[in-house]
């Protein structure tokens, strides 16, 4: 009984720090959100949503996470920063379930690492494309 007992109040504690944690991303999600809707420069915009994009990551809200980074300002990138954002969109498109919007991004991400190899392979065989 006293098992049980610890077993739920366990179960209570954690339910509410994870309550709790989800409540602080949306909170910091708007808060990046407010950044870019005062009009912020350009860069500090761009960091806000890549922010902002994360927290939605962090809650499981990939498809949330992938239209936040498709408004990044892509011209103000440099060319590593560019293929990062790229690959995280289709990445996050792909955990959304939006398999042919993530095989639309493995032309423009590249293939310099095993993960964003193994990531194209996957968004491909789950688009259908299976001859590419």
Known sequence: MHGK???CTISIFLCALFSSRAQDLELMAVG???IVFEGASIAEVNDALRAKADCYKQLGRFA???GTLARVRLFALTPGERTELLYQQEL????????S???????EVGDDS???????A???AYAGRYDE
């Open 114 to 120: 095993a993960d964003a190899l193994l990531l194209h």
């Open 64 to 66: 949330d996470a992938s």
């Open 92 to 99: 996050c498109s792909f955990l959304a379930g939006e398999f």
């Open 101 to 107: 919007q993530a095989a639309s991004f493995v032309e």
């Open 5 to 7: 007992r610890l077993f």
């Open 32 to 34: 990046y959100e407010r």
């Open 122 to 124: 996957l968004v491909l």
